[in-house]
Nanobody
Framework: QVQLVESGGGLVQAGGSLRLSCAAS????????MGWFRQAPGKEREFVTG????????YYSDSVKGRFTISRDNAKNTVYLQMNSLKPEDTASYYC??????????????????WGQGTQVTVSS
């Protein structure tokens, strides 16, 4: 059983930056492709970005490409999401996700083996 704990959310003005972290425990971190999803009130959970087990491959949704960067440190069992040039439409709860097996490119919720509890990101205009 893998536990995922996100941190780093908060309130930021439009154009600002935040860095989210997701610490994993209870499993072999390098066995999992890692991703970030987000969910705004009244909307479905959507895929943001993912990174392969060895960090060789990444995938970004069009809405964040060029502004967000995903990275991971397998020695620290942690995946990061650097978010720059934030917009009010980025406001959501952000969830860390772990997927075992092959690299899927774009993640779907049905791919995910484990979820974090989420961290709130609010971008004011």
């Amino acid at each position: 059983q893998v536990q995922l704990v996100e941190s780093g959310g908060g309130l930021v003005q439009a154009g600002g930056s935040l860095r989210l972290s997701c610490a994993a425990s209870g499993g072999t971190f390098s066995d999992y492709n890692m991703g970030w999803f987000r969910q705004a009130p009244g909307k479905e959970r959507e895929f943001v970005t993912g990174i392969s087990r060895n960090a060789y491959m990444t995938y970004y949704s069009d809405s964040v490409k060029g502004r967000f960067t995903i990275s991971r440190d397998n020695a620290k069992n942690t995946v990061y999401l650097q978010m720059n040039s934030l917009k009010p439409e980025d406001t959501a709860s952000y969830y860390c996700a772990a997927k075992s097996g092959s690299w899927p490119g774009r993640f779907f919720t049905r791919h995910v083996d484990y979820w974090g509890q989420g961290t709130q990101v609010t971008v004011s205009s």
